[in-house]
């Protein structure tokens, strides 16, 4: 008898009756019973085992990216202005030292946001 088959006898008498009838078909087809309930439960304990385990699974590490972004800090600049000459409208000379103020003005400015010449 080969691994996996059932014992069957070849009888002459209708099937029915004569598997009841038969101790060693009875037999086998116990130990066939018994060896399908045994196989069902290591499956049934392999796959709660499996379940139970998968909860013991490495999380993925979260994903770190790093970007980099210019921030513009205010700073408080210690620069004196010139005082401020008044203009005349008929003197040319004061819109000379009109100009020559905010030029100055701006050069400091320029200097105190580190901007320069651009």
């Known amino acids: 008898m080969k691994t996996g088959q059932l014992y069957m006898p070849q009888y002459s008498k209708p099937?029915?009756?004569?598997?009841?009838?038969?101790?060693?078909?009875?037999?086998?087809?116990?130990?066939?019973?018994?060896?399908?309930?045994?196989?069902?439960?290591?499956?049934?304990?392999g796959l709660a085992l499996c379940v139970s385990l998968s909860g013991c699974?490495?999380?993925?590490?979260?994903?770190?990216?790093?970007e980099y972004k210019d921030v513009l800090v205010p700073i408080r600049c210690k620069v004196s202005l010139p005082v401020k000459p008044k203009f005349d409208s008929s003197n040319m000379q004061s819109a000379v030292e009109l100009a020559k103020y905010y030029q100055t003005c701006e050069a400091l400015l320029k200097e105190c946001a580190n901007v320069g010449d651009r």
């Open 15 to 45: 099937l029915r009756k004569t598997f009841l009838l038969d101790r060693n078909y009875q037999k086998e087809l116990a130990k066939h019973k018994r060896e399908y309930i045994i196989r069902f439960i290591l499956f049934l304990i």
């Open 57 to 66: 699974a490495a999380k993925p590490a979260p994903m770190v990216r790093t």
